[in-house]
């Protein structure tokens, strides 16, 4: 190895470890406590080291190869009186989005199109309300019946509602939820410029209180909104220092909408997306890492990079939220020609 690369390579901050990242890499323990600088280091080192890294984590702590496909619903759409500068489905902005406040959709409508998700291959259907928090009554009646029906479908469900109380936790766990979603978008320093009306802290405060009722955490962020390398660092950090880690890590790219303030931001560069999954995936080893809105943006070979540098589950099926889709049948045709799997439904 050439001088130069050894004293350029700052994974680990040492040249004198810079030889052993050629080597399949020892994965690390599960760790709590990255310092911003190492996690600054990761996203800025060459791409093929991060990538054999990450691959080498990857490879120790799942099955290699094996991507799980997630349908997502939006249950109930618009007029949220949140304020999150990238979403078409916040009232703030519906006079330029344009977008249509919809009423929660009814129980058997949803468990009609989660069946389809599953026969389609889909073994997680993620349902999402755009509330700002849950109130309890008929809606929240509705949706732990959704809860209920899709895990007798045998599928994991995830539920994204904003704010919960513990009891409401607890409510979503009882009907069986698999997991909450409840992302933290960005880094509690840029968080100010993207959201004012809700706080990190309420953000934090609610992933504790579906922590303690069992349901497993899912949260990520978004990139390219703005924010620094060192924002997409300190998110990072911030996913890694919840203990235990989320189970799952979506990561986004921002799909911008027209008529949100983030509207005309330019597209990500999709390398960056590579170093954000590779990272996520070092740093929460045992986490399945999501690659979620933007993929639309994303050429095949870039897809495949991110499946090398460790993300193993898609959004799969026409539609986001609100934002359109990859074609389900180039996805499917895309993990045969890369030589991957589809996880298979789990037996229980
Ligand atoms: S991201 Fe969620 S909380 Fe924010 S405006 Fe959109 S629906 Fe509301």
């Given at each position: 190895m050439s001088e130069a690369l050894e004293t350029a390579n700052p994974i680990n901050g040492e040249a004198s470890q810079t030889e052993s990242l050629r080597e399949p890499h020892p994965a690390p323990e599960t760790r709590h406590d990255w310092s911003a600088e190492e996690v600054l280091r990761l996203l800025t080192a060459p791409l093929l080291d991060l990538v054999d890294r990450a691959r080498a984590v990857h490879r120790r702590y799942?099955?290699?190869?094996?991507?799980?496909?997630?349908?997502?619903?939006?249950?109930?759409?618009?007029a949220c009186p949140e304020d999150c500068k990238y979403c078409a489905q916040s009232a703030h902005y519906a006079k330029t989005t344009g977008l249509k406040r919809e009423t929660l959709l009814d129980v058997d409508e949803v468990l009609l199109k989660a069946g389809r998700a599953k026969a389609a291959g889909a073994t997680r259907f993620c349902m999402g309300a755009a509330w700002r928090e849950v109130k309890d009554g008929e809606a929240f009646d509705s949706v732990l019946a959704m809860v209920r029906g899709v895990r007798e479908l045998g599928m994991e469900a995830c539920v994204t509602l904003g704010m919960v109380t513990q009891a409401q936790a607890d409510r979503l766990a009882e009907a069986g939820l698999t997991a909450y979603n409840h992302n933290l978008d960005t880094s509690p320093e840029?968080?100010?410029?993207?959201?004012?009306?809700?706080?990190?802290?309420?953000?934090?405060?609610?992933?504790?209180?579906?922590?303690?009722?069992?349901?497993?955490?899912?949260?990520?962020?978004?990139?390219?909104?703005?924010?620094?390398?060192?924002?997409?660092?300190?998110?990072?950090?911030?996913?890694?220092?919840?203990?235990?880690?989320?189970?799952?890590?979506?990561?986004?790219?921002?799909?911008?909408?027209?008529?949100?303030?983030?509207?005309?931001?330019?597209?990500?560069?999709?390398?960056?997306?590579?170093?954000?999954?590779?990272?996520?995936?070092?740093?929460?080893?045992?986490?399945?890492?999501?690659?979620?809105?933007?993929?639309?943006?994303?050429?095949?070979?870039?897809?495949i990079l991110c499946f090398l540098a460790g993300a193993n589950s898609i959004f799969y099926g026409?539609?986001?939220?609100?934002?359109?889709?990859?074609?389900?049948?180039?996805?499917?045709?895309?993990?045969?020609?890369?030589?991957?799997?589809?996880?298979?439904?789990?037996p229980g």
């Open positions: 799942h099955a290699d190869g094996e991507v799980q496909l997630a349908s997502l619903l939006s249950i109930k759409t618009g840029f968080y100010g410029e993207i959201v004012t009306t809700r706080t990190y802290r309420d953000r934090l405060d609610t992933l504790a209180r579906v922590r303690h009722a069992g349901v497993q955490v899912c949260c990520g962020g978004i990139i390219g909104m703005g924010e620094t390398v060192e924002d997409r660092a300190s998110l990072l950090q911030t996913l890694a220092s919840l203990r235990p880690h989320p189970e799952s890590v979506p990561i986004n790219a921002l799909a911008a909408v027209a008529g949100t303030p983030l509207g005309d931001r330019p597209p990500v560069d999709p390398l960056d997306l590579v170093r954000m999954v590779a990272a996520a995936r070092i740093m929460m080893p045992l986490s399945r890492v999501r690659l979620s809105a933007g993929r639309r943006e994303l050429s095949k070979e870039a897809q026409e539609k986001l939220l609100t934002t359109a889709n990859n074609d389900a049948a180039d996805d499917l045709a895309l993990i045969d020609e890369a030589g991957l799997s589809v996880q298979a439904p789990s």
